[in-house]
């Protein structure tokens, strides 16, 4: 299967910094999303986003399909950001998502 | 609008105990669905895909068992279950119709003693 690296494994930052996020990806991809896992355990999806660059207020993400990586930036960063922060993508090969191991973010007041 | 629902919540399990985890899906018709595992602070780990009822592809050798036996049910199962298969279980599914985004349910957390 594809393998997903994402780095750092762990972030702690202060109220109000920014961070970036990364994912990389081992071979090519036809999806890739981005969640964030919250304290309860609950999965949201933050970005689909195979190729190119999106936005939702603080958070943005870029994937640079050819070179096999994904970025997700977080601005302005609250304690409400806090918790695990996943990559997955699926192959060409259809039906299988993989994930990455994570990065656990903790923001401090 | 879709929605994706999972129970039990929360279960405590002695082992050697039979397990059956639920999942079904609203809203939607003929879905991928996924089963999920994820032990306490790591990574998700496929067990089981489908594509259709009756369809089930295991992705690891286990103890566990899934069925789909209508379009937007699908049941994770076991016949004993074994310390080893404590974890958080998710249920996803992907409509391939919406962009393929993959979402997800709840999750039931099982304690196997």
């Known amino acids: 299967g594809i393998q997903v690296e994402q780095s750092p494994p762990d972030l702690i930052l202060q109220e109000g910094a920014n961070s970036t996020l990364r994912c990389n990806f081992s071979?090519?991809?036809?999806?890739l999303q981005w969640f964030h896992q919250n304290p309860w355990g609950q999965l949201i999806n933050l970005f689909y986003i195979p190729s190119g660059t999106k936005q939702n207020g603080r958070l943005s993400a870029t994937t640079v399909a050819t070179e096999r990586y994904s970025l997700l930036y977080i601005s302005s960063s609250q304690t409400t950001d806090s918790g695990v922060y996943f990559c997955a993508v699926e192959g060409y090969n259809f039906n299988k998502f993989y994930f990455g191991s994570g990065t656990k973010l903790n923001v401090k007041p | 609008s879709q929605t994706i629902h999972q129970w039990p919540a929360t279960l405590v399990q002695p082992v050697g105990s039979p397990l059956s985890l639920e999942c079904t899906v609203e809203?939607?018709?003929?879905?991928?669905l996924y089963w999920y595992r994820q032990a306490a602070g790591r990574g998700l780990q496929l067990l089981f895909y489908s594509v259709g009822i009756g369809q089930i592809s295991s992705e690891v050798p286990q103890n566990l068992s899934a069925s789909r036996p209508q379009d937007r049910q699908f049941i994770l199962s076991s016949k004993k279950l074994l310390l080893s298969d404590s974890g958080f279980y998710l249920c996803?599914?992907?409509?391939?119709?919406?962009?393929?985004?993959?979402?997800f349910g709840e999750g039931s957390r099982l304690t196997v003693l």
């Open positions: 809203g939607t018709s003929n879905p991928n």
């Open positions: 996803a599914w992907l409509d391939r119709g919406k962009a393929g985004e993959l979402f």
């Open positions: 071979d090519s991809v036809n999806n």
